[in-house]
């Protein structure tokens, strides 16, 4: 790891919280998928059965 001298709590902190951000990005991009997913099952399952 390089000396990052006095800045080394501030740089750390920014790649920390630089992947809470992108975890928390992906768990929602996941999460609303399988929403809309689900939804969209249900739509078709309507759509099929008025047809």
Do not use: C
């Amino acid at each position: 790891m390089p000396n990052l001298g006095k800045y080394g709590d501030t740089v750390l902190s920014a790649y920390a919280a630089s992947i809470v951000l992108l975890v928390v990005l992906v768990a929602f991009s996941l999460w609303r998928g399988r929403r809309v997913r689900a939804e969209l099952a249900k739509v078709e399952q309507r759509m099929s059965r008025h047809g």
